[in-house]
């Protein structure tokens, strides 16, 4: 059956109890599903079973440092624990934390350490665990590729065994939400000085422990009896499935190999909710997709060039063709509907404008177009299915493009990271409720996922505003600056929102998805036999 409700309000919260109002109002979402407090449950918890999963991306490494997708962030979450965790409505909650104080000036949060938590070696996890993962996610050099989410960071302090200390250059209003991320998950300390390599075997404090990793293949977690949430997880273990071929993928749910997936191919939707013993949800979140043209070359180092392909795009074509309509087309700003800090900007037909995309492409000096190639990762499936269409947009201005695809991790080292591309595409899964998870990265100098190599100051400035200003009010007015800004420079190009296809079998019970597509949640959920 399907659950595809809309007007559901989608709150945030505010990230200071001394009534700082630093981050959060309740707005209406669309496109969403009724999402239950995390405390609800439905039925009596039932222990055993093992839950199996269905995913088509490879992770890309297990250490909260170096992690730099979505899928490795989903088998983080798993393993590793954080201070903070987010609830079904992306509500932050204390969790290694059992409680937290912020000084009347928002500088200083002091967390108070939930006693007794065991590593799955056995070591206890203390206040130095959690210094040392923030010093080492703060180093010069880290590689961390969300290092703005830690750059207000002044100092840590383990004020005794279960009490930290933060101390923050300037308010930072998505500062509790960033506690709550899977590369702020806290890693032991002694294990990593040993030399242990967390990115080939995961040891956190998390739900479920890491068991094995075959590429390309499957990940196996067994259940961590010592969980500090007494009785969870419910479940004996997780198996999850890495099937890169889609079709394989909706066979191995409709036949029950696996009996869970949220990445249930577009094409195959209707089938699979359809079937009976399956439960289909639809849910808009953070999961949007962008064209990404390398800003230090030539042409693309025009900003006119750069927005004539954002108005050659047909929206409309990519939400039908590569969705089965599914997905909701950008035509503003990244920040979605369903969040706060949406500005409610229109600026591309939904069809593509070809004749004002060819008048932008003749200011810039390319009246005939030119050649250039796009690269595309073959093991998302949606990013291959798309790219055809692009190629078809831009060539009806004269741009020549020749496409190519690369498997995950290799394109991660010779393509993203270096940033040897003339076109390529990504797409975010935000784990955060705050506009700033939107924009910071994408848009902000020098930031790791910044891969188009863009630099604005304008843009830097109205970022750091957004995110210190000291109300909800204030920091909504620089959000709507920021895509308006975003629109006219256009380093990045946004193209669509895409839903979340989510379908798991009906003896799954209490799972909560969460906006983000991720499956923390997944603790709180059980087998029925």
Same mark, same amino acid.
């Not at 101390?167 to 242990?196: D, N, R």
């Given at each position: 059956?399907?659950?595809?409700?809309?007007?559901?309000?989608?709150?945030?919260?505010?990230?200071?109890?001394?009534?700082?109002?630093?981050?959060?109002?309740?707005?209406?979402?669309?496109?969403?599903?009724?999402?239950?407090?995390?405390?609800?449950?439905?039925?009596?918890?039932?222990?055993?079973?093992?839950?199996?999963?269905?995913?088509?991306?490879? %992770?890309?490494?297990?250490?909260?440092?170096?992690?730099?997708?979505?899928?490795?962030?989903?088998?983080?979450?798993?393993?590793?624990?954080?201070?903070?965790?987010?609830?079904? &409505?992306?509500? %932050?909650?204390?969790?290694?934390?059992?409680?937290?104080? +912020?000084?009347?000036?928002?500088?200083?949060?002091?967390?108070?350490?939930?006693?007794?938590?065991?590593?799955?070696?056995?070591?206890?996890?203390?206040?130095?665990?959690?210094?040392?993962?923030? &010093?080492?996610?703060?180093?010069?050099?880290?590689?961390?590729?969300?290092?703005?989410?830690?750059?207000?960071?002044?100092?840590?302090?383990?004020?005794?065994?279960?009490?930290?200390?933060?101390?923050?250059?300037?308010?930072?209003?998505?500062?509790?939400?960033?506690?709550?991320?899977?590369?702020?998950?806290?890693?032991?300390?002694?294990?990593?000085?040993?030399?242990?390599?967390?990115?080939?075997?995961?040891?956190?404090?998390?739900?479920?422990?890491? +068991?094995?990793?075959?590429?390309?293949?499957?990940?196996?977690?067994?259940?961590?009896?010592?969980?500090?949430?007494?009785?969870?997880?419910?479940? &004996?273990?997780?198996?999850?499935?890495?099937?890169?071929?889609?079709?394989?993928?909706?066979?191995?749910?409709?036949?029950?190999?696996?009996?869970?997936?949220?990445?249930?191919?577009?094409?195959?939707?209707?089938?699979?909710?359809?079937?009976?013993?399956?439960?289909?949800?639809?849910?808009?979140?953070?999961?949007?997709?962008?064209?990404?043209?390398?800003?230090?070359?030539?042409?693309?180092?025009?900003?006119?060039?750069?927005?004539?392909?954002?108005? $050659?795009?047909?929206?409309?074509?990519? $939400?039908?063709?590569?969705?089965?309509?599914?997905?909701?087309?950008?035509?503003?700003?990244?920040?979605?509907?369903?969040?706060?800090?949406?500005?409610?900007?229109?600026?591309?037909?939904?069809?593509?404008?070809?004749?004002?995309?060819?008048?932008?492409?003749?200011?810039?000096?390319?009246?005939?177009?030119?050649?250039?190639?796009?690269?595309?990762?073959?093991?998302?499936?949606?990013?291959?299915?798309?790219?055809?269409?692009?190629?078809?947009?831009?060539?009806?201005?004269?741009?020549?493009?020749?496409?190519?695809?690369?498997?995950?991790?290799?394109?991660?080292?010779?393509?993203?990271?270096?940033?040897?591309?003339?076109?390529?595409?990504?797409?975010?899964?935000? %784990?955060?409720?705050? %506009?700033?998870?939107?924009?910071?990265?994408?848009?902000?100098?020098?930031?790791?996922?910044?891969?188009?190599?863009?630099?604005?100051?304008?843009?830097?400035?109205?970022?750091?505003?957004?995110?210190?200003?000291?109300?909800?009010?204030?920091?909504?007015?620089?959000?709507?600056?920021?895509?308006?800004?975003?629109?006219?420079?256009?380093?990045?190009?946004?193209?669509?929102?895409?839903?979340?296809?989510?379908?798991?079998?009906?003896?799954?019970?209490?799972?909560?998805?969460?906006?983000?597509?991720?499956?923390?949640?997944?603790?709180?959920?059980?087998?029925?036999?």
């Amino acid at each position: 059956m399907s659950s595809d409700t809309r007007n559901t309000s989608f709150p945030v919260i505010s990230m200071n109890r001394r009534n700082l109002l630093l981050s959060g109002v309740a707005l209406t979402a669309t496109l969403a599903m009724p999402i239950l407090s995390a405390h609800a449950q439905e039925g009596t918890p039932v222990s055993g079973g093992v839950l199996k999963l269905a995913f088509t991306a490879d %992770p890309a490494g297990f250490d909260p440092a170096m992690g730099p997708s979505g899928m490795s962030h989903v088998v983080i979450e798993q393993v590793y624990s954080t201070l903070m965790s987010l609830d079904p &409505d992306a509500k %932050p909650y204390p969790d290694l934390a059992e409680s937290y104080d +912020v000084s009347k000036d928002g500088l200083e949060y002091t967390f108070n350490l939930r006693k007794g938590v065991k590593f799955h070696n056995g070591d206890e996890l203390t206040a130095e665990d959690v210094k040392f993962t923030f &010093d080492r996610l703060r180093k010069p050099g880290s590689g961390y590729s969300y290092a703005s989410q830690v750059e207000t960071i002044k100092d840590v302090t383990a004020v005794d065994p279960h009490t930290v200390k933060f101390t923050l250059s300037v308010q930072t209003g998505p500062f509790m939400t960033y506690m709550a991320f899977p590369g702020s998950s806290i890693v032991p300390k002694k294990l990593v000085e040993s030399g242990h390599d967390l990115n080939a075997k995961p040891i956190g404090s998390g739900p479920f422990k890491f +068991v094995s990793y075959q590429p390309r293949s499957m990940v196996v977690f067994e259940k961590n009896k010592d969980f500090y949430e007494t009785g969870k997880p419910y479940v &004996d273990g997780l198996e999850m499935h890495l099937i890169a071929d889609v079709t394989a993928l909706t066979n191995a749910v409709l036949s029950g190999t696996v009996n869970f997936s949220n990445e249930i191919p577009p094409k195959d939707w209707q089938t699979v909710q359809a079937t009976p013993g399956m439960v289909g949800k639809t849910l808009e979140g953070s999961r949007f997709y962008w064209l990404i043209p390398n800003n230090s070359i030539k042409p693309f180092d025009n900003a006119k060039v750069r927005q004539a392909i954002a108005h $050659v795009i047909n929206r409309e074509a990519i $939400v039908a063709g590569t969705f089965f309509g599914q997905a909701t087309p950008i035509l503003g700003g990244t920040i979605p509907e369903w969040n706060w800090g949406y500005a409610g900007l229109k600026v591309f037909n939904p069809k593509g404008d070809v004749e004002k995309a060819k008048a932008l492409l003749a200011e810039a000096g390319h009246p005939d177009g030119f050649e250039t190639t796009m690269t595309m990762v073959s093991s998302f499936p949606a990013m291959v299915a798309m790219a055809p269409i692009i190629q078809a947009n831009l060539a009806s201005i004269g741009i020549k493009a020749t496409i190519s695809t690369m498997e995950v991790p290799r394109y991660w080292d010779e393509i993203w990271g270096p940033s040897k591309f003339d076109i390529t595409s990504m797409y975010w899964v935000s %784990p955060l409720a705050d %506009p700033d998870d939107f924009v910071f990265n994408n848009y902000g100098c020098g930031t790791p996922i910044n891969v188009q190599k863009s630099c604005s100051p304008g843009m830097d400035a109205i970022l750091k505003q957004a995110k210190s200003a000291p109300t909800v009010d204030e920091r909504k007015a620089e959000y709507v600056k920021q895509q308006t800004l975003s629109l006219e420079e256009m380093p990045i190009v946004p193209l669509v929102n895409a839903w979340l296809l989510i379908a798991h079998t009906d003896k799954l019970k209490n799972y909560k998805p969460m906006r983000s597509g991720f499956l923390k949640t997944l603790k709180d959920a059980w087998l029925e036999a």
